[in-house]
């Protein structure tokens, strides 16, 4: 029998596979101490087996997120944290990145006025983007999100998994909810931005829900 069968020589299920996966897995830190992110991750996670801890609760220190990849600085943060606590870690990288800006401002979307000399704040950002995007006719945009899995610091072959959520830039904001640069997110085919969206429906079919679905199938896959 190899470990890809069950006792009675049946294929495992798809939930007995994760299980096989991540029952080895067990805890895992999250390299985010953001509340909103602990709720989603780990909704999604718990029905794996899988136990996420904050980093924070373990006293890891922000790392810091110096490349100018998503998926180098979402490997960089679970790396540091795998390697201070000695345990399986997880990490993401997002941002919005803008087709006629050639993908800004991308991995900098949390420090996009700073960069051009303004404060760190989300009104400030958006500030900048539509001035930015003053002259172009295509506002093609996406969120995206990088989730970066590691098994232990030195891991060789670590779990990546990607979420792309399109829309477009519209100079008037919309919408009370979300964070960041969602009331000028627009997704036509909801005909709405993603702060007019209900939180949770943002939190199903976002970049970060994407990224952790395909994440999860992974698992699977490598059970
Ligand atoms: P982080 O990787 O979640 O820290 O996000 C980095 C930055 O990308 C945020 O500070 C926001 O500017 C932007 N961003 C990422 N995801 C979203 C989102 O879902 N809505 C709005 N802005 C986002």
Redesign the pocket.
Same mark, same amino acid.
Request: with cysteine; glycine share 10%.
């Given at each position: 029998m190899n470990d890809r069968q069950s006792a009675d020589g049946a294929a495992p299920s798809a939930s007995e596979a994760v299980n096989g996966m991540t029952a080895s897995l067990g805890k895992v830190v999250l390299a #985010?101490n $953001?509340a909103g992110?602990l709720r989603e991750f780990a909704a999604l996670l718990d029905a794996a087996g899988i136990e996420l801890i904050p980093q924070g609760a373990l006293n890891v220190p922000e790392a810091e997120e110096p490349y100018p990849t !998503?998926v180098e $600085?979402a490997l960089t943060k679970a790396r540091h944290a795998a390697k201070i606590t000695g345990l399986p870690a997880l990490a =993401? =990288?997002? @941002?919005?990145c803008v087709r006629a800006l050639r993908g800004a401002?991308g991995?900098y #979307? &949390?420090?996009?006025a700073q960069l051009a000399g303004g404060p760190k704040s =989300?009104a400030a950002?958006n500030a900048r983007l539509i001035e930015q995007l003053q002259d172009h006719a295509d506002r093609r945009a996406y969120? !995206?999100?990088v989730l970066a899995l590691v098994r232990h610091a030195e891991d060789p072959e670590p779990l990546i998994a990607e979420g792309r959520?399109p829309g477009e830039i519209i100079d008037v904001p919309r919408g009370a909810h @979300? !964070? @960041?640069? =969602?009331p000028y !997110?627009f997704l036509p085919e909801l005909n709405a931005t &993603?702060a007019e969206l209900d939180p949770a429906v943002?939190n199903a079919s976002?970049?970060?829900a994407i990224a952790l679905r395909k994440l999860l199938a992974r698992l699977t896959e490598e059970a």
């Open positions: #985010s $953001n992110k !998503f $600085n =993401d =990288d997002s @941002g919005l401002p991995v #979307s &949390a420090r996009y =989300d950002n969120y !995206f999100c959520w @979300g !964070f @960041g640069y =969602d !997110f &993603a943002k976002s970049h970060r």
